[in-house]
């Protein structure tokens, strides 16, 4: 059977506002008024059917025009009104992954589907960009998210979590550039697609992508998949999910080796000092040796790190 949910009373939206204040990100009380509250209070807290928990989307007041949707995102979506329909109607159908709810203040306004699946962390950081709005997601995995200006907040059974934007961290460490650098998308792609996802990896940018510092390749030639095209990104996450050592990416962004053990030479072993565990020690030391390469360490437990030279250069707003 189907609980019935109840549109949340003023107390109960005004307990979520205490608690995200509470846990430092009260920054979002005041956005976009009780809109917000209420969208959020709905993906923590979504109606249950048959014990199945769904997942859930929503665009709070975009104010871009529909073609600078799709020029960013590089979706194309069918906007379908819903004014003859109830919110809780449309509802049904925004599963936060292809399909959104758009909210305005008096209700859901629209339908958004999308061409193909936009729901990774990555993807709601592009939209919320596109759109101009605020974007609340309930993952299928249960984890609920709010991302905008302001980053990406996220809850999940470990609490509340800020993850700030990331444009000041990556000017600071790629230089001002007029648009995004091939370091800068693998720097998004480590946050929000492996950091965000607990999938630990150790990305390595090289000019070539032919390493010619000592190394054992363990794995086959991968596909040449591009960092800079949205829907590659699923298979590789997919791909480094299930696959230990270096993966390495050329001047292009593409994909040119996998499963790669970077072997230090006695030089770097005795010059560089151990950093945190394994992962970070052998791409610092790595780093040490490929002076033209740049190290990128993500954390199983999220933080990224960035390694040049032998030394930690960056380090995601997270980890500082």
Not at 139 to 159: E, L
Not at 290 to 295: L, Q
Request: net charge negative; proline share 7%; aromatic share 4%.
């Amino acid at each position: 059977m189907e609980s019935r949910r109840t549109v949340p009373t003023e107390g109960r939206l005004r307990r979520l506002a205490e608690e995200l204040v509470e846990e430092g990100m009260g920054f979002l009380v005041g956005s976009a008024s009780g809109v917000l509250l209420e969208e959020l209070d709905y993906a923590l807290r979504p109606p249950v059917h048959e014990r199945r928990v769904p997942s859930y989307g929503s665009i709070i007041g975009p104010t871009a025009t529909a073609e600078s949707w799709r020029t960013a995102t590089e979706l194309n979506a069918d906007r379908l009104p819903t004014d003859a329909f109830g919110d809780a109607q449309v509802r049904r159908f925004a599963d936060g992954i292809s399909s959104w709810a758009v909210r305005a203040e008096g209700g859901v306004d629209e339908l958004v589907v999308f061409d193909r699946s936009a729901g990774s962390e990555r993807d709601l950081v592009i939209l919320a960009a596109a759109t101009g709005g605020l974007v609340v997601q309930r993952h299928p995995t249960g984890v609920v998210r709010v991302v905008g200006p302001a980053g990406v907040v996220r809850h999940d059974i470990a609490g509340w979590h800020h993850e700030a934007p990331l444009d000041g961290w990556i000017d600071t460490v790629c230089g001002r550039t007029e648009g995004p650098t091939v370091l800068g998308r693998l720097l998004d792609f480590a946050v929000h697609d492996l950091g965000a996802r607990g999938i630990g990896a150790l990305l390595v940018l090289h000019p070539t992508g032919d390493l010619a510092i000592a190394h054992e390749q363990r794995l086959p030639v991968p596909p040449q998949l591009h960092i800079d095209r949205p829907p590659a990104l699923a298979p590789l996450r997919h791909a480094l999910a299930q696959a230990d050592g270096a993966t390495v990416f050329d001047h292009q962004g593409v994909l040119r080796q996998m499963g790669v053990r970077l072997v230090p030479s006695p030089a770097a072993e005795i010059a560089v000092r151990p950093l945190g565990g394994t992962r970070h020690t052998s791409a610092r030391r790595y780093s040490y040796d490929d002076r033209e390469a740049i190290v990128i360490v993500v954390s199983e437990d999220g933080p990224v790190t960035i390694l040049k030279g032998g030394e930690r250069v960056g380090r995601s707003p997270a980890d500082s």
